[in-house]
């Protein structure tokens, strides 16, 4: 059964939620729908709230769609499949609730991962996409993310993640930081995600979905193979210089293996170039949005590339 209703938001924003096989999604939503649609997928311990900063004024040109996924924000966290995958299929559902059958995805971190994901399985709804600190385009990420998909790491999460804890760090800080500093909003989020790992719910949605993505080595899925699928389909990658989650090598990688991608470096930008840099970041994705034309792979498409035809083909596996 589908139930729908609106609760309190920004005055330009609606979050509605609807009931997706069972479960409770919550999404926001902005903008006219004759237009565009953005679809904004947020990364792991983050939600829908990480777009604040620039749903509104990317809501003038376009329809903005941005969903807590499955186990994250507002959204239900149940005990499920939290692969790249399921992820993936829960978007497709929504936008076939929602009567909406072609996007721009844009995905940061982990909702890069689910972008690419979502843009290989279901390729006649992607028209463009848009890489933001994207995951799975490489091995390497941060040591505390590694960590804590180590055996245990769901029963040292609670306590680091305790109330008291993250209230004595933030004393201690006081103490040896009298020099006030501005704090950047990706710190900030970083702590908000790190803080919303108190709940249990919230916590075990996490792990499960760390786990299916990155291991002790580094990250356990890539995408790098299928990355000439992309070819024809406009794509953009933006990252920040000052990046510590995922080196900014991925992306020069990404763009130079992406047949006709857009690459750029947010030079004053940690993990969330779209929050340490919103005016920039929404300007690079309009000027996007409006300097392409929108262009699903479909059917015949993809059986040539992956027939080996195509001119953007893989060279021989050797």
Known sequence: ?????????????????????????????????????????????????TWDPVIPALAEQAYVIAPDLLGHGHSDKPHA???????????????????????????????????????????????RMVLVASGGLGREVSVALRAATLPGAELVLPVIAH??????GVALSRVFGRIPLPVRPSVAEAARGYASLADSPARSAFVDTLR???????????????LYLT????????WG?????????????????MPGSRLEIFEQSR???????????????????GTTEPAAIDKPTLRTRLSGQGESAPGPVT
């Open 271 to 289: 993990h969330f170039p779209h929050m340490d840099e919103p005016v920039r970041f929404t300007n690079v994705l309009l000027d996007f949005l």
């Open 81 to 127: 499949d939290y692969s790249l995958g399921a992820l993936a299929s829960g978007l497709r559902d929504l936008l076939d609730l929602l009567d909406i059958d072609r996007v721009t995805v844009v995905g940061h971190s982990l909702g890069g991962g689910v972008a690419m994901q979502f843009a290989y399985q279901y390729y006649e709804y992607c028209e």
């Open 163 to 168: 109330p008291y804890v993250r209230d004595a």
């Open 231 to 238: 070819a024809g389909r406009p794509t953009l990658i933006v």
């Open 241 to 257: 210089a000052l990046d510590t989650v995922i080196p900014v090598a991925h992306a020069r990688r990404a763009h130079g293996t």
């Open 1 to 49: 059964m589908l139930v729908g209703m609106s609760i309190e938001g920004e005055p330009s924003v609606r979050r509605e939620v609807v009931r997706l096989h069972g479960h409770r999604i919550t999404y926001q939503v902005a903008g006219d729908p004759a237009r565009p649609v953005l679809l904004l997928v947020h990364g792991i311990t983050s939600s829908s709230a």
């Open 212 to 226: 299916s993505v990155v291991g002790p080595g580094g990250q356990r899925v890539s995408a790098e193979n299928l």
